[in-house]
């Protein structure tokens, strides 16, 4: 149990374009789902948390216009690179936080995302 | 602020040598505490975790004690594999998730 996916695993794309990548609570329902950003050989570093239904809350120093968190659903989070140029290029990991509680304060990850701008 | 710290790598062992990687947290509250592993090119998978003082996780020979007195919880095991080899992060779970800088393992045959 507990299975959080991310799609696609990696994109690479052009300057100027923007990106959708979703992450997606198998088995359970997601009340809260972070993102994370980790840049080579680094530690992760939360970029946003995103809450079912309301506005995401970005840690300071992300840029809400340039990535955009949508968690439409229990199960849905989606973040959206936009205008993404060669320095966006990242790791990007999600993780659900299950709404039972029965782990309530366990993080489940995603297998993560290779964006690639070029 | 909650914290974590663990000691820098990169780390290399011998095959069926014993691992300890330091992990020591500065927090409010009462913590859970984790460990997990990082494989090339992946995600983060759940190693073992600790929900209160005192409490060890194992898992895959890995273990680690939360010990409430010296704010540690060490990863450690007996006798390591070449299959080890990855980069291991220590993390807790307060006002938020808050992970160590990690730790990468290479283990030689």
């Known amino acids: 149990g507990a299975v959080v996916s991310q799609h696609p695993s990696w994109v690479i794309c052009k300057s100027g374009t923007s990106v959708k990548i979703e992450c997606r609570s198998l088995?359970?329902?997601?009340?809260?789902m972070f993102w994370y950003r980790q840049f080579p050989k680094q530690s992760l570093m939360l970029m946003a948390t995103?809450?079912?239904?309301?506005?995401?809350?970005?840690e300071q120093g992300v840029e809400k216009d340039k990535f955009l968190i949508n968690h439409a659903s229990l199960t849905l989070s989606t973040l959206t690179v936009t205008s993404a140029h060669p320095e966006d290029s990242s790791f990007y990991i999600c993780s659900a936080r299950d709404r039972t509680g029965g782990s309530y304060n366990e993080q489940f990850f995603g297998p993560g995302t290779r964006l690639t701008v070029l | 602020g909650d914290s974590v710290t663990q000691m820098e790598g990169p780390v290399t062992l011998s095959e069926e040598a014993c691992l300890t990687i330091?992990?020591?947290?500065?927090?409010?509250?009462?913590?859970?505490l984790f460990w997990y592993v990082q494989y090339p090119g992946e995600g983060l998978q759940l190693l073992l975790k600790?929900?209160?003082?005192?409490d060890k996780g194992s898992n895959k020979g890995f273990e680690a004690t939360y010990r409430k007195e010296t704010t540690s919880f060490h990863l450690e095991k007996g006798s390591v594999q070449v299959s080890d080899s990855a980069v291991y992060f220590c993390?807790?779970?307060?006002?938020?998730?808050?992970f160590g800088s990690g730790t990468k393992l290479n283990v030689k045959p």
């Open positions: 330091n992990c020591t947290y500065t927090a409010t509250g009462y913590p859970s």
């Open positions: 600790a929900t209160k003082a005192d």
């Open positions: 995103s809450n079912e239904g309301s506005k995401a809350t970005y």
């Open positions: 993390a807790l779970s307060g006002h938020k998730f808050y």
């Open positions: 088995d359970f329902q997601a009340t809260t």
